[in-house]
């Protein structure tokens, strides 16, 4: 039965129940940790093979890794991922280790350079504000927060953000130079974009000439299903569109081989990637083709890549599976919380009772369950309704996310209970 629906002495039936259920569990001092979306040890040895990586140092075309050059990245690597990105090779730049770095450089050369469609670097502008959908992945805020880009809010909806919301944002301001999207299985929602949502956002009138979509494709490849759900192809639509500079599309190996030691794309128009490697080849002689080309051989091919990521769904799909057994055995029926099902991706959103998000996180940390902070995901860590709380069920083994979720539950309803009797 709904906890809102109890009458008063129901609820304090309900509260004390959860107390005590709740201080049981803090006798068994328990160290868990839900926080942060990062492959298992498991995960990590699948690609094991790479530590004996690569079998000598010539290129396909005959390119010695061992030297400096080829800014783009080794054409072999650029031709797999290209395939799988759904983008042409020659719009697809292999980097280093992190897209969030090849994200930071974008938009820092977009404050200090201007874009290929910009009329002055936006450092020049009195304002530049970014359109986020929330809960969105707490780096990008923080990311924007640190270069004092401003940030205002839209919905994330079923199908990708609240175009409407967008439209009204960026129509008449022009300080509104761009967005962020993570259009496949989202960061932390699981939401894909749909193609009808991604024709709207390339297509849609800007006051800004240069309005960019920082399209962050983490996720392309990471299904859950064997139901493969391929992305937009946002390149494509917003040249249709007539907007062909508007989308940079950002991707890594990061949760496909080493989170540390994998490769980064980035995609764009060839006037995009002209201009990114123009700015790039002011600060570095080459990529580390040594580790792409390693990457290359261990995949061999898209369909290399494509069997490598059904091994890792191997492993985390029971993971997601234990957390959406335990939110629907526990909270079900209480009214009181929200979630998502995600098809691919590293992360699982629950919506508690509004009020209650920052509660939940205090009492899981006192039960020795770690979660992410209320808030994280939403520009400043503010969540207005402090209802949004991200789960990240990979990096623990499967016993511990069952012993973490039993936890984050009672204190979900432990909190809603105390929220509803006060
Ligand atoms: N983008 C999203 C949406 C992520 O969730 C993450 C990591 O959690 C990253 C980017 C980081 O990517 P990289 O390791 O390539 O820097």
Redesign the pocket.
Known sequence: MALADLSAAELADALATQRTAYDRIREQGLTLDLTR?KPSSEQLDLSEELMRLPQGHTAADGTDVRNYGGLAGLPELREIFAELLGVEPRQLVAGG?????MMADTLKNLLLHGGVDSERPWLQEEKVTFVCPVPG?D??FALLESLGIEMVTVPMNADGPDVEAVRRLVADDPSVKGMWL?PTYG?PTGITCSQEVAAELTAMPTAAPDFKILW?N??ALHHLTEDETKSADVLSLASAAGNPHRPVV?A?T??ITF?GA?V?FLAGSPETVKWFTGHLGKSSIGPDKVNQLRHAQFFGDADGVRAHMAKHREIIKPKFDAVERILSDDLGDSGVARWTTPEGG?FVSLDVLPGTAGRVVELAKDAGVALTPAGASFPYGQDPDDTNIRLAPTLPPLAEVESAMAVVTTCVLLAAAEKLSA
């Open positions: 979306g280790n992190s897209s969030l770095t992945y780096r990008h993570v960061n962050d983490a996720y950002f890594s990061s949760k989170a994998g980064a590293y």
